[in-house]
């Protein structure tokens, strides 16, 4: 589906449907709701700083700003006119909102625990995606993560065939493969790939990926082992010798 397309397309196709992300704030979106509960599941317990990337008119980063008061959240999107309305909404001390899409020098030494994209990542151009991974690498915090809600690729491919007009300029099908990439650019682990029924049966899938730097040091360092934790080994393996013995001899009266 890659097809090079000037920004000002874009950024005019998304000033043109700003009034769309307002009905998303005024009347639920199912859409948004699925989304924003992956969000309170799998965000880090006390973010400081989050980044949503596509924030629109800003209603997302609203409602984290008033689940996280303490945390500084940023919201950027390509549309002039979305900004604009997100900074007479929404906008406080403790967040804000910038026009500008993502590049290692959107921002200088902030790194963020949490960075948001809600159904936005496939409306970043395949050429676009290196330079928006580097960022992310470069942005993300140590233990920080990225969570990403996405339509389906065959959902697209259902939209492309019977709802065209509602194909927006970039409009890319995000496969195991490019979470993969994206995972691998970007120096994180996939720990969610889930599909969700929000219209129709797995019309979305919501991902999230995980820094941990520390995962080798964590996991080849030896740790102080507990009574219990040591109890519970000598039982585990009493219990394997037991059953070990039955299985043998289960084998040995079948087959002779």
């Known amino acids: 589906m890659e097809e090079i397309i000037a920004r000002e397309n874009v950024v005019s ?3 043109e449907h700003v009034k769309y992300k307002l009905n998303d704030y005024i009347i639920v979106n199912p859409r948004i709701e699925y989304g924003w509960k992956t969000i309170m599941r799998f965000a880090p317990k006390n973010p400081k ?3 949503e990337i596509g924030c629109g008119m800003g209603s997302v980063c609203a409602r984290m700003h008033k689940h996280w008061p303490g945390a500084h959240i940023t919201g950027i999107d390509i549309s002039t006119m979305s900004i604009q309305i997100a900074q007479k909404l929404f906008a406080t001390d403790k967040l804000d909102f910038k026009e500008t899409i993502l590049t290692p020098g959107t921002f200088k030494d902030e790194q963020f625990d ?17 330079e928006v991974h580097a960022a992310l ?34 409009d890319e099908f995000i496969t195991f493969e ?27 899938a919501h991902i999230v990926l995980e820094k941990n730097d520390d995962f080798d040091s964590a996991f080849f360092s030896p740790k102080p082992v507990t009574v219990s934790q040591r109890t519970r080994r000598i039982a585990g393996k009493i219990k394997a010798k037991i059953g070990s013995f ?9 087959l002779g």
């Open 13 to 15: 196709y998304y000033d």
């Open 49 to 51: 700083r989050i980044l």
């Open 137 to 170: 690498a470069k942005f993300l915090n140590n233990k920080g993560k990225i969570i990403l809600t996405v339509p389906t690729p065959h959902n697209l491919k259902w939209c492309l065939v019977n709802r065209p007009e509602t194909m927006q300029p970039v």
């Open 246 to 254: 039955f299985r043998k001899y289960y084998v040995r009266s079948k």
């Open 178 to 204: 490019v979470i993969g990439k994206l995972a691998a650019d970007t120096g994180t682990e996939v720990i969610l790939y889930q599909l969700k029924d929000v219209w129709h049966p797995a019309d979305y």
């Open 114 to 130: 949490l960075i948001v994209f809600m159904d936005v990542y496939e409306h970043i151009a395949v050429h676009d995606r290196p």
